[in-house]
């Protein structure tokens, strides 16, 4: 951390800080410049990041050298993080994982169906909904464990990883015994409760960006997570809220190199949540491809206009398997692949 005073800091301002820092069991190194002086500090900044140096007298700015996030930095892991998500799936590596599948899980016909066709062009996680963070109460709430139920069904019929929204940690348990991966909604990405309880589970997590949240704000939940000893995160960006309104959210695509520059975590892109409107869809999962995803989770419909949820965001399964063919080409233009 580095201690910048202001010009007019007088000596006896100077030698109170230089005490405190010292008192707290840290270093100060003192550089005195024609202008002004500066004081580095060693040690751990935790201790300093509780203590608000910049209401010192004589202090303009103090600039922390490491990044709050630790766990999750490339400064604590060089290379990429590959996750295991059982079925011998896994993300983080030169494979690009696709995750498809309803919104919501409505009946376990249409799971099998929906399913069957996103296996056939090549997904290998099933995602579908069974606890539905709902704008509106009177909007349907998901099948709750019924729908973890088919969707266990499902998945091991068909040798599919699943994934289904935990959005109460008293939950945990109960989705954690049903799914490979819990997703964390966007709406939870700071329950900080809930980040403690899938943290404690040995589960993978995928982690949505909450929609008026930072690239590091998403890496600070994230650290919550692998500090209760689950390493195993899953980042997703999946648009946020801007005044742009042709599209449900905007599709953060720099948030894919940021996160990838910053952490050494695998990213998913969600183009469904992001647009909004299942023509942007194609687009938008090119993009993050081409970005250098990780992974992208999409929902496919066999019957959008029935949905229960987002069906107007939904591909048809025909559109679904030429959007997989054409983000195959882009995957091995950039040496990566698909399946
Ligand atoms: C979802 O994946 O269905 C969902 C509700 O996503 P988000 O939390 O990104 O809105
Ligand atoms: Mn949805």
Known sequence: MIIVLRPEATEAQVNHIIDKVKALGLTPHVSKGSERTIIGVIG?????????LEVFPGV???IPVLSPFRLVSREFRKDDSVIDLGKGV????KEIVVMAGPCTIENIDSLYEIAKEVKNAGATVLRGGAF?????????QGLGKEGL????????ELGMVTISEVMDSRDVNLVADYVDVLQIGCRNMQN???LKEVGATKKPVLLKRGMASTVKDMLMSAEYI??????SVILCERGIRTFEDSTRNTLDISAVPVAKQLSHLPIVVDPSHAAGKWGLVPALAKAGVAAGCDGLIIEVHNHPEEAASDGAQS???ENFASLMGEMKAIAKALGRNIL
């Open 315 to 317: 591909l048809i399964p």
């Open 44 to 52: 751990p900044e935790d201790i300093l990041r509780v203590t608000p």
């Open 149 to 156: 139920q088919m969707l266990r069904e499902v998945g091991t």
């Open 60 to 62: 303009e700015n103090v």
């Open 192 to 194: 900080f409760n809930l």
């Open 90 to 93: 896994k993300i983080g590596g």
């Open 226 to 231: 692998l500090s209760g000893g689950n390493f």
């Open 132 to 140: 539905k963070p709902r704008t509106s109460p009177y909007s349907f």
